[in-house]
C-alpha cells in the first residue's frame, strides 16, 4: 500500500535522475518477474511447492530494496514526506520480513495470493508512473491505470496482508516464537503476539486516510484538477 504525500518540487541533477530511473526501471523489472513467477505458479503448478517457495527470493529483493524509497525522500531526490513514505514502506517490510520469512507457516495463509495479486500490479503500474515522470513522458493509459487500479488493489492487499499476519499472530500464540514472559534477567516482558495484533489494529486508523487521498488526487489527475502532481 504505498503512496506518496508531496512536499515542494525541488529540481533534481543529471545524476540524480539517472540513479531513479535506474531504480524505477529495475523495480518494474523485478515486480514484472515476480508476476511472471506468479502466472507460471498458477499455469503449470509444481507438488508439493508453494507461492512463496516460488516467489520468495524476488520478493524480498524488491520488496526491501523500497527502503531506499525513504532515502530519496530524506535527500530530496524526490518530493516526498520522508515520515509518510517511512510507515508506508515498513508496513509492507513489516509482511515480508516479521511474517512471511519470520514466522513460519503464515506463508500458508490464503493471504499471500491476495497481497502478491495487488502488490505485483500496483507497483508495475507505480513505477513505470514514476520513470515517465523522470523523463517527462506522459501516457494517458499509465495515468489512468495509477489512479484507478488502486481503487480494487488496495483494498485486496490490505486484505491479504491482515490475513497473513492473523495467521502468524495465531502461530506466534502456539509457539511463543519472540515472546519473552517473566521472571527473566531484564524485568521484562514481550509479546509478539500483541505486537501482530496492534499492527493490525493501525490498519482502522491508517489505511482509510490513504485510501481516500489516493482519491483525492485521482480527482485532480483526472477529475480536471489545476495540479497534476505526481502520488
Not at 13 to 33: C, D, H
Not at 53 to 68: D, G, K, P, S, Y
Not at 193 to 205: E, G, K, R, S
Request: glycine share 8%; with cysteine.
Amino acid at each position: 500500500m504505498a503512496n506518496k504525500s508531496a512536499k515542494p518540487k525541488k529540481e533534481v541533477g543529471f545524476l540524480g535522475k539517472t540513479y531513479l530511473l535506474a531504480y524505477n526501471g529495475a523495480q518494474v523489472a523485478g515486480w514484472s518477474y515476480i508476476l511472471y513467477l506468479m502466472g507460471q505458479y498458477y499455469a503449470d503448478p509444481k507438488p508439493g511447492k508453494s507461492l512463496w517457495e516460488i516467489v520468495r527470493t524476488a520478493l524480498i529483493i524488491f520488496q526491501n530494496a523500497a527502503i531506499l524509497e525513504v532515502f530519496h525522500a530524506i535527500f530530496g531526490l524526490v518530493s516526498s514526506n520522508a515520515m509518510v513514505t517511512l510507515f508506508q514502506v515498513a508496513s509492507r517490510v513489516m509482511v515480508v520480513c516479521g511474517v512471511l520469512i519470520g514466522v513460519e507457516g503464515s506463508s500458508d495463509s490464503q493471504g499471500i495470493h491476495f497481497l502478491l495479486f495487488a502488490w505485483t500490479v500496483t507497483e508495475i503500474i507505480r513505477y513505470s508512473f514514476y520513470a515517465m515522470g523522470i523523463i517527462g513522458v506522459s501516457l494517458y493509459p499509465i495515468v489512468w491505470c495509477r489512479y484507478t487500479f488502486f481503487i480494487a488493489l488496495y483494498p485486496i492487499g490490505v486484505t491479504g496482508e491482515l490475513l497473513c499476519l492473523w495467521a502468524a499472530s495465531q502461530l506466534v500464540a502456539a509457539s511463543k516464537q519472540w515472546t519473552v514472559t517473566l521472571p527473566n534477567s531484564w524485568n521484562a516482558t514481550f509479546s509478539y503476539q500483541y505486537f501482530l495484533l496492534i499492527v493490525m489494529a493501525l490498519y482502522v486508523p491508517l489505511f482509510p486516510q490513504m485510501y481516500l487521498h489516493m482519491f483525492g488526487q485521482r480527482k485532480k489527475v483526472l477529475g480536471g484538477g489545476e495540479s497534476k502532481k505526481k502520488n
